[in-house]
């Protein structure tokens, strides 16, 4: 009987783990991207969760029995405008008094790790301002799916994986976007 509670409670906290995304790093493709399109400087304005959306997608997703939070116990719409941030930064084009304002609403954010196949996908809705006037607006979104294992100590990780580098393949789909580079080019 011991040993039946004992691994009852061996089970319980193993799914009680609530990692945080780590920091953001760069990619050099989005930056090479952002360099090579002759892009003015550009401020990240606010990000959100789109309307109507419940507040739980912003602020965590459950793998399997696990939940991965955002960094620092902020948003996961926060998270896609720091992302945004850091790579408008390594690009050498991020100024905080620009008049080419991004902003953001979270759309999607979804995270499966099935027994033999593993999906994700994130979505937003960004924004573009220029002097408080809206030149650009639309729904982006990217997915992937992988194979999954059965076993959760291998599954866990990798769903880990595999959507949190959707922030910079999302952030990367609107900056080689070219209705994107368009508008902020238009002076």
Known sequence: MKRLAALAALLTLSACA?????????TIANAQAVRGADLPAMRVG?????AGLPAGLDRSVVIRASTLRPPKGDSFSKYLGDCL????RAAGKLDPTANVVITGALTESKVSSGVSVGEASLGATFTVTREGRQVFQKA??????????????????DAMN??????????????????????????
Do not use: H, N
Request: proline residues 5%; aromatic residues 12%; hydrophobic residues 50%.
């Open 140 to 157: 982006l979104r990217v997915s992937t799916v992988w194979e999954s294992s059965f076993m959760g100590a291998i599954a866990i990780p």
């Open 18 to 26: 609530v990692p945080a995304i780590d920091a953001y790093q760069p």
């Open 85 to 88: 941030a850091a790579e408008l």
């Open 162 to 187: 595999q959507y949190t580098a959707l922030y910079g393949k999302l952030v990367g789909a609107l900056l080689s976007d070219a209705e994107f580079r368009a508008a902020i080019k238009r002076s």
């Open 46 to 50: 606010d990000f959100s969760l789109a």
